[in-house]
């Protein structure tokens, strides 16, 4: 019985220790990433620059969600289409509040729903479909309603984004595929409908195209492209984004990535790092949108670094393709940071005045121009390989799966693993072990009688 109390007391103060300390910090930064709080007053804000519109061009409409929506599911397709400037290319949403994309960037949508049905009387030529959570159902209900009003039109959905689509009862009976994570946590499992794919980048089925994680995306928006804009619109796209891997659009099929034990340095940075590193990005008008997309969804995505938008800008900052950011803090008041991100090609010429401001304030933190010297590489190259750097290697090749970024070309140095993140649970374990070694000799073993006692009569 005693033996049975003492497995109890092990097994129960080993779950409390490491369990609930992991379990805790993983909710704690998983919410941080997707639901990250604004902690600075929101601005006055008067101008929202909108594209000019174009009658002679398609329309896209990219969707933006309550209370976030995937960084770079939004800002990827939205840049691709703006880039061929042959769409007009507007980021749409429930309502014109402010919105925000996971990692902590907020921006102001063009139109709601029912201001781009006024303005163009008909459907949006195409639908890009993000991954959006669906956790507050009157707050996403919105979106789900706009897609299936729209259902004729052409309908993209980017990686988690397929979830989504399929949730509109869009894809019944159709083929379709969705990010990895979500075959092996049996998300798909809720759309049985649906004849899902797990062996390539991309699928096209009639009206609906869907693309597999993240930079699978990449391909699907190429492969819409190249059907209607012709395939050298696509390659021009491509090489302009110095892409590596347009062999995908031309044959999506590749070998399925599964939860597997590369999970588990992702798990545990979101459970055991205790320290983030704290990063600001500099926000500035003209700026690069995939290039800002990559801090993001690099740094913070990896459980390892909490983002900070900055700027001295009152108003929205506009994007080289005409989005409007909205800075979460000033120079004056920005938090304590240990880097500071001025993301872009060609940051250094645009940034110079807002260097010197940032430098002038007192800021010890020197700005670091994180795409100098790539404009030959994809814009997520650098960013990786220095996430090895500040982190480990481990943490930066799930980054780049994560990513589904089937790059060869990288060149990762630095710690093999992450000491603290694997450091914290071997810790925790220890702490587990000595605690329940007290708690049995000070409270089971107790009860157990001692020797025979002197007194006991024995015959002499």
């Given at each position: 019985m005693k033996l049975l109390l003492r497995v109890v007391v092990y097994v129960m103060t080993f779950v409390i220790l490491f369990g609930g300390?992991?379990?805790?910090?993983?909710?704690?930064?998983?919410?941080?990433?997707?639901?990250?709080?604004?902690?600075?007053?929101?601005?006055?804000?008067?101008?929202?620059?909108?594209?000019?519109?174009?009658?002679?061009k398609p329309t896209v409409a990219v969707l933006l969600s309550n209370p976030t929506t995937e960084v770079f599911d939004f800002m990827v397709p939205y840049e691709m289409f703006a880039m061929t400037e042959s769409y007009n290319v507007y980021a749409v949403a429930p309502d014109k509040n402010m919105k925000t994309l996971s990692g902590g960037l907020d921006l102001m949508p063009h139109y709601s729903f029912d201001e781009l049905d006024r303005f163009l009387g008909k459907s949006p030529d195409l639908i890009v479909i993000p991954a959006m959570p669906m956790v507050d159902e009157a707050k996403y209900k919105?979106?789900?309603?706009?897609?299936?009003?729209?259902?004729?039109?052409?309908?993209?959905?980017?990686?988690?984004?397929?979830?989504?689509?399929?949730?509109?009862?869009?894809?019944?009976?159709?083929?379709?595929?969705?990010?990895?994570?979500s075959f092996d946590y049996h998300e798909i499992d809720k759309y049985p409908e649906t004849k899902w794919r797990r062996d390539v980048r991309y699928v096209a089925d009639g009206n609906t195209v869907a693309s597999a994680a993240l930079t699978s995306g990449i391909d699907a928006v190429l492969y819409v492209i190249s059907q209607q804009l012709g395939e050298p619109m696509a390659e021009k796209i491509a090489k302009e984004m110095k892409y590596p891997s347009y062999h995908f659009v031309k044959n999506p099929k590749v070998d399925p990535y599964y939860v597997d034990?590369?999970?588990?340095?992702?798990?545990?940075?979101?459970?055991?790092?205790?320290?983030?590193?704290?990063?600001?990005?500099?926000?500035?008008?003209?700026?690069?949108?995939?290039?800002?997309?990559?801090?993001?969804?690099?740094?913070?995505?990896?459980?390892?670094?909490?983002?900070?938008?900055?700027?001295?800008?009152?108003?929205?900052?506009?994007?080289?393709?005409?989005?409007?950011?909205?800075t979460r803090y000033q120079m004056s008041n920005a938090p304590k940071l240990d880097r500071m991100f001025v993301p872009g090609v060609e940051a250094e010429s645009l940034t110079a005045e807002d260097v010197k401001q940032w430098n002038k304030k007192g800021n010890n933190v020197v700005p670091e121009f994180i795409h100098s010297g790539s404009a030959h590489r994809f814009i997520f190259d650098a960013p990786l390989e220095d996430l090895?750097?500040?982190?480990?290697?481990?943490?930066?090749?799930?980054?780049?799966?994560?990513?589904?970024?089937?790059?060869?070309?990288?060149?990762?140095?630095?710690?093999?693993?992450?000491?603290?993140?694997?450091?914290?649970?071997?810790?925790?374990?220890?702490?587990?072990?000595?605690?329940?070694?007290?708690?049995?000799?000070?409270?089971?073993?107790?009860?157990?009688?001692?020797?025979m006692s002197n007194d006991t009569n024995v015959p002499k």
């Amino acid at each position: 019985m005693k033996l049975l109390l003492r497995v109890v007391v092990y097994v129960m103060t080993f779950v409390i220790l490491f369990g609930g300390v992991g379990a805790f910090g993983y909710i704690r930064s998983n919410h941080a990433y997707w639901i990250p709080t604004r902690q600075s007053p929101m601005p006055a804000l008067q101008d929202v620059s909108i594209p000019e519109h174009n009658p002679k061009k398609p329309t896209v409409a990219v969707l933006l969600s309550n209370p976030t929506t995937e960084v770079f599911d939004f800002m990827v397709p939205y840049e691709m289409f703006a880039m061929t400037e042959s769409y007009n290319v507007y980021a749409v949403a429930p309502d014109k509040n402010m919105k925000t994309l996971s990692g902590g960037l907020d921006l102001m949508p063009h139109y709601s729903f029912d201001e781009l049905d006024r303005f163009l009387g008909k459907s949006p030529d195409l639908i890009v479909i993000p991954a959006m959570p669906m956790v507050d159902e009157a707050k996403y209900k919105p979106v789900r309603e706009w897609i299936q009003k729209h259902s004729d039109t052409k309908l993209l959905s980017i990686c988690a984004g397929g979830l989504n689509l399929a949730d509109t009862g869009l894809l019944k009976g159709k083929e379709a595929i969705t990010d990895w994570k979500s075959f092996d946590y049996h998300e798909i499992d809720k759309y049985p409908e649906t004849k899902w794919r797990r062996d390539v980048r991309y699928v096209a089925d009639g009206n609906t195209v869907a693309s597999a994680a993240l930079t699978s995306g990449i391909d699907a928006v190429l492969y819409v492209i190249s059907q209607q804009l012709g395939e050298p619109m696509a390659e021009k796209i491509a090489k302009e984004m110095k892409y590596p891997s347009y062999h995908f659009v031309k044959n999506p099929k590749v070998d399925p990535y599964y939860v597997d034990r590369t999970e588990l340095i992702f798990t545990f940075n979101q459970a055991f790092q205790w320290n983030k590193k704290s990063a600001g990005v500099l926000l500035y008008n003209g700026m690069d949108d995939g290039a800002l997309t990559t801090i993001f969804d690099t740094y913070a995505a990896s459980g390892t670094t909490k983002v900070y938008t900055i700027s001295d800008a009152k108003q929205p900052i506009v994007t080289k393709n005409h989005l409007n950011l909205v800075t979460r803090y000033q120079m004056s008041n920005a938090p304590k940071l240990d880097r500071m991100f001025v993301p872009g090609v060609e940051a250094e010429s645009l940034t110079a005045e807002d260097v010197k401001q940032w430098n002038k304030k007192g800021n010890n933190v020197v700005p670091e121009f994180i795409h100098s010297g790539s404009a030959h590489r994809f814009i997520f190259d650098a960013p990786l390989e220095d996430l090895a750097k500040q982190e480990d290697v481990l943490t930066a090749k799930y980054g780049a799966k994560r990513l589904e970024y089937r790059a060869t070309n990288l060149n990762f140095e630095g710690k093999p693993f992450s000491y603290e993140a694997f450091g914290i649970p071997i810790l925790l374990s220890l702490a587990a072990l000595l605690t329940t070694f007290f708690l049995d000799k000070r409270f089971i073993r107790k009860g157990r009688r001692g020797p025979m006692s002197n007194d006991t009569n024995v015959p002499k």
